[in-house]
């Protein structure tokens, strides 16, 4: 082979080592990032994480605060009733009064 022909290739190669070596470069590069990437997706991950078990706790605290307000609203309903039928009788025995007091008032005038 002539000295033109073996330099042209020792160039083409010497060209084709070097574009070798850039798309390492690069995949390196994109190997690095996809590391980043991963490392910053497991953090978002951990925080999703931690936020759930707050949102876990503070339903099992919502549905104690709600069994609690239940509970409460049965007491004041109870006493509620007790209420009106202590004001029923209240009522029942004022009737009656005025009525023997009426009665007695006519009997008096007689």
Same mark, same amino acid.
């Given at each position: ?12 190669? =010497? ?23 991963? =490392? ?5 991950? =951990? ?23 239940? =509970?409460?609203r049965?007491?004041?309903?109870? @006493?509620?009733?007790?209420i ?18 009426? @009665? ?7």
């Amino acid at each position: 082979m002539d000295t033109n022909r073996l330099d042209k290739i020792e160039e083409m190669l =010497s060209t084709l080592i070097t574009m070798v070596g850039n798309l390492n470069d690069k995949q390196n590069n994109m190997e690095v990032r996809l590391d980043n990437i991963e =490392s910053r997706l497991d953090n978002i991950e =951990s925080r999703l994480d931690n936020i759930e078990a707050r949102l876990d706790k503070m339903e099992a605290r919502l549905d104690k605060v709600e069994e609690s307000q239940n =509970s409460m609203r049965e007491e004041i309903m109870a @006493k509620l009733k007790e209420i009106q039928a202590d004001q029923d009788h209240v009522w029942e025995k004022a009737v009656r009064n005025e009525r023997d007091i009426v @009665k007695l008032k006519s009997h008096l005038q007689l």
